[in-house]
């Protein structure tokens, strides 16, 4: 069983620029959700998806977007980058439901300078 | 808003004695609570669950207590071994509106 993977693991990006970062789910899962972590703070929700569409999403802006694709894997894409922006981003894959336990990968470190 | 609040940014415990980690949320609305574990350079693991029409899950050392009256959660590990030592996150969710809400985490340290 493949776990999640994600790419990359480190990246620095200066204020205004644009960053995708990739995700490979579990094999098995069709589902997928990204969390950005600020350092001392737990995860916040930024988006699930399920089969190639948005179906939750938590309190962040419309420049971050993300894709999922017929294999399941994924990207967010973060536009117009801001000093705050830097963070841990996190990815999860599942298999349908609430109550589905989350299974992360070690997620992408993203400086905004 | 911080709907879901672990109080104790970090406890320390003897090894073999039992580790209490707990969670408060304001909000009635979730219907599934979790709790992930989370070492450096990784990310959190999942440990345990238990849907809101339960009270009690138990796994091996790890069990669950859910008190909805009281809007709190807690974990217990018991006997605590040092490799218990990480961070712990609680995590709601809703079933209908698909929200995922995480704790602010708490830090455990098992003396050895």
């Known amino acids: 069983e493949t776990g999640v993977t994600q790419s990359p693991t480190h990246l620095i990006k200066t204020r205004g620029q644009q960053v995708t970062l990739r995700c490979s789910s579990q094999s098995g899962h069709n589902t997928v959700s990204w969390y950005q972590q600020a350092l001392g703070q737990g995860p916040q929700f930024i988006f699930q998806y399920y089969r190639e569409e948005e179906n939750g999403r938590g309190n962040f802006p419309p420049r971050f977007s993300g894709l999922q694709f017929p294999n399941y894997s994924s990207e967010l894409n973060v536009n117009a980058l801001e000093l705050d922006d830097s963070a841990l981003y996190l990815c999860a894959s599942s298999l349908e439901g609430a109550n589905s336990p989350l299974h992360f990968g070690n997620g992408t470190r993203l400086t905004v300078t | 808003d911080q709907q879901v609040k672990q109080n104790s940014p970090s406890l320390s415990v003897q090894e073999g004695r039992i580790s209490i980690l707990n969670c408060d949320y304001t909000?009635?609305?979730?219907?599934?609570f979790l709790w992930y574990k989370k070492y450096p350079a990784e990310g959190p693991t999942f440990l345990i669950s238990i849907s809101s029409i339960k009270d009690k899950n138990e796994d091996g050392r790890f069990t669950v207590f859910l008190n909805k009256s009281a809007k709190h959660l807690s974990l217990h590990i018991v006997p605590s071994q040092p490799g218990d030592s990480a961070v712990y996150f609680c995590l709601l969710t809703t079933s209908g509106t698909y929200k995922y809400i995480f704790g602010t985490g708490t830090r455990l340290k098992v003396l050895a």
């Open positions: 909000n009635s609305m979730f219907d599934y």
